[in-house]
């Protein structure tokens, strides 16, 4: 496992192995100092056991374990994987699984459950400000169809019209597929 940049579900292994385990018995499996290892937790904003923890333990105390901090702030630069997870048995699936036409079935069931919640809490203003030129384009082009097809629909000519007619106007270019409900 490199500590340096981890993913959300390493972090929870390593949470755990501390809490079950002492520092320097978990350090010695990684091989790097107790010190380092506390170094790479702080880093990764898993909290570590207090002095005096395993003693307590040992004598069959109860001491409460702080639950890991979620991914937030300077974490989201050393952890990856924290927000949307993938199903780890990916390799175990079949072809026909793999292919299944359920929507997101490759994610675990709380990346579905943060995806769900976050789409359904975005609103859309009235006015689109400072769009990416993408979107832009595709604002246009349709602009520029409708005036096009109103002009030739309003020409009551006859139906080789049109394709006479194409040569003033530019070819269609590629616009992305929006559908956008009416503003209610």
Same mark, same amino acid.
């Given at each position: 496992?490199?500590?340096?940049?981890?993913?959300?579900?390493?972090?929870?292994?390593?949470?755990? #192995?501390?809490?079950?385990?002492?520092?320097?018995?978990?350090?010695?499996?990684?091989?790097?100092?107790?010190?380092?290892?506390?170094?790479?937790?702080?880093?990764?904003?898993?909290?570590?056991?207090?002095?005096?923890?395993?003693?307590?333990? /040992?004598?069959?105390?109860?001491?409460p374990k702080p639950a890991l901090p979620k991914v937030t702030?300077?974490?989201?630069?050393?952890?990856? /994987?924290?927000?949307?997870?993938i199903r780890t048995d990916i390799r175990q699936m079949?072809?026909?699984?793999?292919?299944?036409?359920?929507?997101?079935?490759?994610?675990? #069931?709380?990346?579905?459950?943060?995806?769900?919640?976050?789409?359904?809490?975005?609103?859309?203003?009235?006015?689109?400000?400072?769009?990416?030129?993408?979107?832009?384009?595709?604002?246009?082009?349709?602009?520029?169809?409708?005036?096009?097809?109103?002009?030739?629909?309003?020409?009551?000519?006859?139906?080789?019209?049109?394709?006479?007619?194409?040569?003033?106007?530019?070819? /269609?270019?590629?616009?992305?597929?929006? /559908?956008?409900?009416?503003?209610?």
């Open positions: 496992m490199d500590l340096k940049f981890i993913t959300q579900d390493d972090r929870e292994a390593l949470y755990n #192995e501390i809490w079950t385990d002492p520092v320097i018995t978990v350090a010695k499996r990684y091989g790097i100092s107790d010190n380092g290892l506390r170094k790479h937790c702080k880093r990764l904003g898993i909290p570590l056991p207090p002095s005096g923890y395993w003693a307590k333990i /040992n004598s069959g105390q109860k001491v702030g300077e974490l989201k630069k050393h952890i990856r /994987n924290y927000a949307i997870k079949s072809d026909e699984e793999l292919r299944a036409d359920e929507e997101f079935h490759l994610f675990r #069931e709380e990346t579905k459950v943060l995806i769900n919640e976050t789409c359904s809490n975005i609103q859309v203003k009235c006015q689109l400000r400072n769009p990416h030129h993408i979107i832009e384009e595709h604002k246009e082009e349709v602009i520029y169809r409708r005036k096009r097809d109103k002009i030739l629909k309003r020409s009551n000519m006859s139906p080789g019209y049109y394709s006479n007619v194409k040569s003033k106007y530019r070819d /269609n270019k590629a616009i992305i597929p929006i /559908n956008v409900s009416k503003l209610v």
